[in-house]
């Protein structure tokens, strides 16, 4: 019979064993000691040790899968030592983290059970036949939904039939999860973008890849990150702009450089989009740190790279050096204009914590790729990096990586690896308010698997736009409420405001979203733009307390899962003429034709099309007749009567090329034409996008060098012998 070790739960005790028996094994997991004298080898052959006990403190970090496992006091005595110390090896010994799963597995299961979704388990290797019987034994679920394309038509010694992904495609998948459980990550990725391809709102989640995870007993870590990183708004005339490749490597940055900056550039490998960029668009040297690789994949004349890597102190033997080093060998001791971008796998928080303040004063913004939130030996020193950094910097931009898992509280999802970027306070001043997140120039870093939706991450309070340096004393908020008080009591004060209000459209979301004509008239509309694009045509007005909303909610998730929303995708297109009455309600995405009315308190539902001159109306607003226009000299348009013709090259075709499907979607038009040369015309033709869509070769309407010749001996003058750009 196997021995059940003894947990250990204090220092105290575990001195006393190792005292009582000094040649005792420990066994470390990370900052933990397991040691179990009682258990014989036959009871531990994976490791062929004798050990004494398991030993933790709840009062320490664990690992996050050992968090989980000892916080659930029920799965714990349910599992015998041998089991138990299996998967904290396996978690130990595999590259690829497969031991760790069994603990991400069940939190994953129980959080979707909870949720009223069924488990589907894809595929059924050792992986999924291993979640099949825990399923069986934890959770006393016999019957489960199995998906393999290997195996399908074969039935489990259970009875249960193997499906095929074309089988899925008949399947209504409302209400069921899919766990992806390839160990092979790769394998895993491949099945998770077969599945994303499938014409259905599959959910899918995955223990070795990119998933989301309760992590009991982490709560108040991620709480305090949350905190220690809340978002503040710059106040400046630059704009953001996104620097480097289009998914992974790529950081939005303020836009505001200058050529005598210089641009520190740590963590390279392949990639030197980001180094490029900065260096072509703005004229700057880029002194560029990696001692992982022998050179660096594209040279540049601005470039200026050194076989070295940061650390929080200088280690020569493993070609490591501190920030304050790597200055230094640039002549950069007293340079006050630097920018920092660093990606070095968890070398960060060293380098932040061992680097002096004033060091960290000299870089005038810094874009970190931040890693490790799931180790909690690392909790100290990463909560001591964000208050550092706090003194000298502030945060205004932050994504998470979604080739990784998160951590999730009922409120945060906080992704163990985030991208952030830091202002500096003495450069830069503030305001405090709600910043949500993800933004338009944001992407995933990777396309298998979906954005995380942070949400707000700036100040939790509604109220709160206080510069850092105008700060209201008790006298001046005395002051304050003074006058307040008297204007409210002012009845004509009061009403004129009123009347303002009743006039003032708000917009909640990116404010670049909203195309208005300048005709048009939006009254106190509600304007969100969280999940696409709002279009209103010349004409076109609305009554009062109308709500034209983009962003949606999944109902049937719970918890995070459901404040999450789309980043776009629910464009609202509103027509010429289009009157839209007192309190409807326009949800995206939808398309209001030219001349059309939507009744009072009418609700237009998602994928709703309302032809030209419809008057619509009711809960949900349904079509009731065609208007007959009065007036003799405006008929109505039954139909687009035109082509558009988009004239373009090569490059920014292949650039904006998946933002022609929605146009072929949504544009009133008969045909999108493209007019270009013969390499557009190839790839158009390879695009796909259907009968609407043509091409005319630009030399078929005329010469192009011919046109250029003619408008070069009218621009002559103006262009002073310089060389007039091509499609000028």
Same mark, same amino acid.
């Given at each position: 019979?196997?021995?059940?070790?003894?947990?250990?739960?204090?220092?105290?005790?575990?001195?006393?064993?190792?005292?009582?028996?000094?040649?005792?094994?420990?066994?470390?997991?990370?900052?933990?000691?397991?040691?179990?004298?009682?258990?014989?080898?036959?009871?531990?052959?994976?490791?062929?040790?004798?050990?004494?006990?398991?030993? +933790?403190?709840? @009062?320490?970090?664990?690992?996050?899968?050992?968090?989980?496992?000892?916080?659930?006091?029920?799965?714990?005595?349910?599992?015998?030592?041998?089991?138990?110390?299996?998967?904290?090896?396996?978690?130990?010994?595999?590259?690829?983290?497969?031991?760790?799963?069994?603990?991400?597995?069940?939190?994953?299961?129980?959080?979707?059970?909870?949720?009223?979704?069924?488990?589907?388990?894809?595929?059924?290797?050792?992986?999924?036949?291993?979640?099949?019987?825990?399923?069986?034994?934890?959770?006393?679920?016999?019957?489960?939904?199995?998906?393999?394309?290997?195996?399908?038509?074969?039935?489990?010694?259970?009875?249960?039939?193997?499906?095929?992904?074309?089988?899925?495609?008949?399947?209504?998948?409302?209400?069921?999860?899919?766990?992806?459980?390839?160990?092979?990550?790769?394998?895993?990725?491949?099945?998770?973008?077969?599945?994303?391809?499938?014409?259905?709102?599959?959910?899918?989640?995955?223990?070795?890849?990119?998933?989301?995870?309760?992590?009991?007993?982490?709560?108040?870590?991620?709480?305090?990150?949350?905190?220690?990183?809340?978002?503040?708004?710059?106040?400046?005339?630059?704009?953001?702009?996104?620097?480097?490749?289009?998914?992974?490597?790529?950081?939005?940055?303020?836009?505001?450089?200058?050529?005598?900056?210089?641009?520190?550039?740590?963590?390279?490998?392949?990639?030197?989009?980001?180094?490029?960029?900065?260096?072509?668009?703005?004229?700057?040297?880029?002194?560029?740190?990696?001692?992982?690789?022998?050179?660096?994949?594209?040279?540049?004349?601005?470039?200026?790279?050194?076989?070295?890597?940061?650390?929080?102190?200088?280690?020569?033997?493993?070609?490591?050096?501190?920030?304050?080093?790597?200055?230094?060998?640039?002549?950069?001791?007293?340079?006050?204009?630097?920018?920092?971008?660093?990606?070095?796998?968890?070398?960060?928080?060293?380098?932040?914590?061992?680097?002096?303040?004033?060091?960290?004063?000299?870089?005038?913004?810094?874009?970190?790729?931040?890693?490790?939130?799931?180790?909690?030996?690392?909790?100290?020193?990463?909560?001591?990096?964000?208050?550092?950094?706090?003194?000298?910097?502030?945060?205004?931009?932050?994504?998470?990586?979604?080739?990784?898992?998160?951590?999730?509280?009922?409120?945060?999802?906080?992704?163990?690896?985030?991208?952030?970027?830091?202002?500096?306070?003495?450069?830069?001043?503030?305001?405090?308010?709600?910043?949500? +997140?993800?933004?338009?120039?944001?992407?995933?870093?990777?396309?298998?698997?979906?954005?995380?939706?942070?949400?707000?991450?700036? @100040?939790?309070?509604?109220?709160?736009?206080?510069?850092?340096?105008?700060?209201?004393?008790?006298?001046?908020?005395?002051?304050?409420?003074?006058?307040?008080?008297?204007?409210?009591?002012?009845?004509?004060?009061?009403?004129?405001?009123?009347?303002?209000?009743?006039?003032?459209?708000?917009?909640?979301?990116?404010?670049?979203?909203?195309?208005?004509?300048?005709?048009?008239?939006?009254?106190?509309?509600?304007?969100?733009?969280?999940?696409?694009?709002?279009?209103?045509?010349?004409?076109?007005?609305?009554?009062?307390?109308?709500?034209?909303?983009?962003?949606?909610?999944?109902?049937?998730?719970?918890?995070?899962?459901?404040?999450?929303?789309?980043?776009?995708?629910?464009?609202?297109?509103?027509?010429?003429?289009?009157?839209?009455?007192?309190?409807?309600?326009?949800?995206?995405?939808?398309?209001?034709?030219?001349?059309?009315?939507?009744?009072?308190?009418?609700?237009?539902?998602?994928?709703?099309?309302?032809?030209?001159?419809?008057?619509?109306?009711?809960?949900?607003?349904?079509?009731?007749?065609?208007?007959?226009?009065?007036?003799?000299?405006?008929?109505?348009?039954?139909?687009?009567?035109?082509?558009?013709?988009?004239?373009?090259?090569?490059?920014?075709?292949?650039?904006?090329?998946?933002?022609? @499907?929605?146009?072929?979607?949504?544009?009133?038009?008969?045909?999108?034409?493209?007019?270009?040369?013969?390499?557009?015309?190839?790839?158009?033709?390879?695009?796909?996008?259907?009968?609407?869509?043509?091409?005319?070769?630009?030399?078929?309407?005329?010469?192009?060098?011919?046109?250029?010749?003619?408008?070069?001996?009218?621009?002559?003058?103006?262009?002073?012998?310089?060389?007039?750009?091509?499609?000028?």
């Amino acid at each position: 019979m196997q021995k059940e070790p003894k947990i250990i739960t204090s220092e105290v005790e575990l001195e006393e064993i190792k005292r009582l028996n000094p040649e005792s094994n420990i066994f470390s997991h990370g900052a933990k000691y397991f040691d179990i004298s009682n258990l014989t080898s036959a009871d531990l052959e994976w490791i062929g040790k004798d050990y004494d006990a398991i030993y +933790f403190d709840e @009062k320490d970090a664990f690992l996050p899968e050992l968090a989980f496992f000892f916080a659930n006091m029920e799965y714990r005595e349910k599992l015998s030592a041998k089991q138990m110390l299996e998967v904290i090896s396996e978690e130990t010994q595999a590259e690829d983290g497969s031991g760790r799963f069994e603990f991400e597995f069940i939190a994953i299961i129980e959080r979707e059970l909870k949720r009223g979704n069924e488990i589907v388990i894809c595929p059924f290797g050792e992986a999924g036949q291993s979640f099949k019987q825990l399923l069986n034994s934890r959770f006393g679920i016999k019957e489960a939904f199995i998906l393999d394309d290997g195996k399908a038509g074969e039935v489990t010694s259970d009875g249960i039939r193997i499906l095929s992904f074309d089988e899925l495609a008949e399947e209504d998948m409302f209400g069921r999860t899919v766990i992806v459980n390839e160990p092979d990550y790769e394998q895993n990725l491949v099945l998770a973008y077969k599945l994303s391809t499938l014409d259905k709102n599959i959910r899918t989640i995955s223990p070795f890849g990119a998933y989301e995870i309760l992590v009991p007993g982490r709560q108040s870590f991620i709480e305090k990150v949350r905190e220690l990183t809340e978002v503040k708004r710059p106040i400046t005339d630059c704009g953001y702009v996104r620097i480097g490749a289009d998914r992974d490597g790529g950081y939005i940055l303020l836009d505001d450089f200058a050529p005598e900056m210089a641009a520190y550039s740590f963590g390279i490998n392949d990639d030197v989009t980001w180094d490029e960029q900065m260096a072509d668009t703005y004229d700057m040297n880029i002194y560029m740190y990696d001692h992982t690789i022998d050179g660096l994949p594209k040279e540049n004349p601005h470039f200026h790279y050194y076989k070295q890597g940061v650390a929080g102190c200088d280690r020569p033997e493993e070609l490591l050096y501190s920030l304050k080093s790597c200055l230094e060998q640039n002549g950069h001791s007293d340079k006050d204009n630097l920018i920092l971008k660093m990606d070095v796998e968890g070398a960060e928080w060293d380098v932040i914590n061992e680097t002096p303040s004033e060091i960290l004063g000299q870089f005038r913004q810094i874009a970190f790729e931040l890693h490790d939130f799931d180790h909690p030996e690392k909790e100290r020193g990463i909560l001591a990096a964000f208050k550092k950094l706090n003194d000298t910097h502030f945060p205004v931009w932050i994504h998470g990586n979604n080739h990784t898992s998160a951590m999730c509280t009922e409120n945060i999802t906080l992704p163990i690896a985030l991208e952030i970027l830091y202002l500096n306070k003495a450069y830069y001043k503030y305001e405090e308010g709600i910043v949500s +997140f993800p933004w338009n120039l944001d992407n995933p870093n990777t396309s298998l698997f979906p954005e995380y939706i942070l949400g707000n991450w700036g @100040k939790r309070s509604v109220n709160a736009t206080i510069n850092n340096d105008e700060c209201l004393g008790d006298e001046d908020m005395s002051s304050y409420d003074n006058v307040k008080n008297e204007l409210l009591n002012d009845i004509d004060f009061v009403a004129a405001l009123s009347d303002k209000l009743l006039g003032m459209m708000s917009i909640f979301g990116p404010k670049e979203r909203v195309h208005l004509a300048p005709d048009a008239e939006m009254q106190n509309s509600v304007v969100n733009t969280m999940s696409g694009e709002v279009y209103v045509g010349s004409g076109s007005f609305c009554g009062h307390n109308v709500s034209i909303i983009t962003g949606s909610h999944d109902a049937y998730s719970y918890g995070e899962a459901r404040r999450q929303y789309p980043c776009d995708g629910n464009d609202i297109i509103i027509g010429e003429g289009v009157w839209i009455c007192s309190n409807a309600v326009i949800l995206g995405p939808c398309k209001i034709g030219d001349n059309s009315v939507v009744a009072a308190g009418s609700i237009v539902l998602p994928g709703t099309e309302i032809g030209a001159g419809e008057l619509w109306a009711g809960v949900p607003a349904v079509y009731k007749k065609t208007i007959e226009c009065n007036n003799e000299s405006k008929q109505v348009q039954n139909g687009p009567t035109f082509d558009t013709i988009i004239v373009i090259t090569p490059k920014d075709y292949m650039r904006v090329e998946a933002n022609y @499907k929605r146009l072929v979607k949504w544009l009133p038009s008969d045909r999108l034409i493209f007019v270009g040369n013969s390499e557009v015309g190839e790839l158009v033709k390879k695009s796909n996008l259907g009968d609407k869509v043509g091409f005319i070769c630009e030399d078929d309407i005329l010469p192009f060098d011919e046109v250029n010749a003619i408008m070069y001996e009218h621009l002559k003058d103006w262009l002073n012998g310089r060389e007039m750009p091509r499609g000028f």
